[in-house]
């Protein structure tokens, strides 16, 4: 389910120091979220969806918003997570952004062809960006290539966050033939099926958002990226993520350079 793409062994991938990624300096704090922004007339408009830090010059989010709406500008906010929908350029002008560098920005090329299991791009920022307490790298599997059976997510746009756990694909195909999905090979490789925990817990939460393993490193709590969510709601508990472990391979080979 969480497979690697390709023939290169997971443990045999370069390996991020993990000195530099997945940390938190707070218990409620998540610095490896970015805010996206897309130009729109004299405004700067917030469609609900998430950026997730890989490195001081990538983020990486789901393809179709940046394809439809990057066409005037792209703007990533750092280290707040307030989600104003519609802020003037004023809004930036204490903030920490970087604008995205269009004509390098890249979106998978299989989405490009129309096929949308390949639904995850990764932005470009103009310059790179500092890490500090409040903005920071997460984790990718290279680091932990075997994902926990309970992972974290963010269920909502501003609180908390909630525990789910892998489920066989076939469940979520069941519930969410209206949107494209079934129960194919293709499908269950490159996507992951996972369910709430916690029947109360909210489940609409921002597209983009990632799906989160916890892990111990030397005392050190960090998190490992295994995939971002593909819609902004859910079906009877059932949320469909893209699969970054699947992707991964074409991740590293365009932020690694």
Known sequence: MFAVQGSTPANKLKVISTLSCGRRPGAFQRPWLAEVYFRKDSTWERPNIMGVILSPRYILTPAHEYSI????????????????HSVEDSYFANRTYRDVINAESEVHENFKLGVRRFNLGLLRLDTDVEFTDRIQPICLPDVRPEPPERFTILPDVVNGSSTVTRVDFGRCSSEWRRYGFHDRPEFSESHACVKLEREHDDCYGIEGSPLLGRFEDHGVERFVQYGFKYFGDCTDGLQIYTNVSFHLEWILERIRV
């Open 69 to 84: 709406y990057s066409e005037f500008g792209v703007r990533v906010l750092f280290g707040e997570i307030n989600h104003p």
